[in-house]
């Protein structure tokens, strides 16, 4: 039965709390829109619960009045996957208020947390343990561990250590009916019967809410260094990786890049920041290494890696952070490149991936084609070079209109769809298909593996309530 408004605050309330269910637009309105503000919907309420058992009631309470579900961590996805639809029938559950880090296990090299729990609170709790939680990304200060699970989060440090999924150990669950699943097992072996929490993971909120998660930690390095370089192509870059790979082992823990017409938009927009290099440099590589050893051993070894890459002509310049100051100021560069981009105006994203030995022909093929069907537009590509995962984005011609440009979204991404998978590469590499990708998926996915992929969607959300759109297309209307 279909409840009408009042009820359904009512009803919330009884699972939450009345001040933990928010309904005018005006409190909703963050809920409602992503981080790019790209996507804008309209939630019929937000309801926020503190505990695995509020959650199970609000999904008791959906699942009996065929309520779609969108559940919401810290609202950083690119893809618009934890917006709301604007038909005004959906609810967003907020994780923000199950934040709790459970247990910190230091002699089993684990943490228990909450889905809500944010990124970095989850670093700093393992760094007061005297360990390390790898996973870093730039939107660190406000993603969730719920998020970074659900789309299967990658980031800087995924050549080193993987990605979310490689870090979980065990996951909490609710299930669409309201059922809750407690796989909070902390085994590094455990082969009895399916592995449930990898379906969970990557799955964006569409088949369940994740609650908690035990999640692996890691040694903490006693030095880590920074290096910026400058490269004269990208397939320079992808010789100094294979390089600095073998060179350096476990110890290259970062290996991201950075073109040409990234520079430009850094200068207009944080003008404070400081580009090293000459901002045409073809490609600047930014390399992070971890040592286990000694400050002075992490500073020779990143130091010779530097010299012999100058020497080899592989490299054109360099520079080293001399401080942990300097260090974060040659990180920021990188990590403000979102944020220069957006405030350049809308523009169009791509998040492939590809084997590393294709990636330079891929953007040299890629780069030609674009600059002749569309002329001026800039390719401000950059990204994890140690994954092969580029974010592939195009931004419109200096002076010209981005939202027009913009409106030929679906052009410029024919163009580089087809020519990665066409490279053997993926379209979705970190930031989850939401809703910005879900129909390019449909394309290019082998269709007895979208078939398949809809036999779980059906067996575990019968009803198709759990973010309904997002992934895969609804076959189901509540
Ligand atoms: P949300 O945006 O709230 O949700 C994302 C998806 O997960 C939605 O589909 C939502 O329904 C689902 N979801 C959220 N919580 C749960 C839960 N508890 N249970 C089930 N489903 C859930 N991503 C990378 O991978 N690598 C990067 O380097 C990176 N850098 C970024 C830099 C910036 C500046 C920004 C803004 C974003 C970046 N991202 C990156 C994207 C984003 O931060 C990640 O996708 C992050 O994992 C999302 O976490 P969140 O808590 O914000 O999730
Ligand atoms: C990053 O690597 C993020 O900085 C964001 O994944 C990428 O803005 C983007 O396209
Ligand atoms: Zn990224």
Known sequence: MQLDTPDLLAALATCVGARHVLHSLEDTQPYNEDWRRKYR??????????STAEV???????SAHRIPVVTQGGNTGMSGGATPDGSGAQIVLSTRRMNRIRHVDPFND????????????????????????????????????GGNLATNAGGTAVLRYGNARDLTLGLEVVTPDGRIWNGL??????????????LYIGSEGTLGVITAAVLKLFPTPVARRTAMIALPS???????????????????????VMSAACAPLLQRHFPAMRWPFDSRTPVVALIETSDHESEAHARDVLESVLARALDAGIATDG?????????????????HLSEAQGLEGPHIKHDISLS???????????????????PGARMAWFGHLGDGNLHF????????????????????????HDLVHAHGGSISAEHGLGQLRRDENARYKDAVELALMHSVKQALDPLGLMNPDKVLTATKRY
Request: some cysteine; hydrophobic content about 50%; charged content about 20%.
């Open 110 to 145: 684990t943490v228990e947390v909450e889905a809500g729990a944010v990124l970095e609170a989850v670093q700093l709790a393992a760094g007061e343990a005297g360990r390390l939680f790898p996973l870093a990304l730039a939107a660190q200060g406000s993603c969730t561990i």
């Open 393 to 416: 984005n195009v931004l419109a011609p200096i002076g010209t209109d981005p939202a027009a440009f913009c409106a030929r979204q679906e052009d410029v991404n024919r163009l580089v």
């Open 319 to 335: 520079v080293i952070g001399e401080s942990v100051a300097q260090s974060r100021a040659l990180w920021a560069l990188r990590e």
């Open 234 to 256: 990208l397939e320079q870059a992808v010789q100094l990786l294979c390089r600095v790979r073998s060179e350096l082992g476990p110890a290259l823990t970062a290996f991201e």
């Open 56 to 62: 199970a009631a609000v999904l008791q309470l959906a």
């Open 41 to 50: 919907g309209r939630a019929a309420a937000v309801v926020s619960p503190a």
């Open 356 to 374: 590393t030995s294709r990636v330079a022909a891929f953007v040299d093929v890629a780069v030609r084609r674009l600059e002749a069907e569309f």
């Open 185 to 198: 097992r902390g085994l590094r072996k455990d082969n009895t019967g399916y592995d449930l929490k990898q």
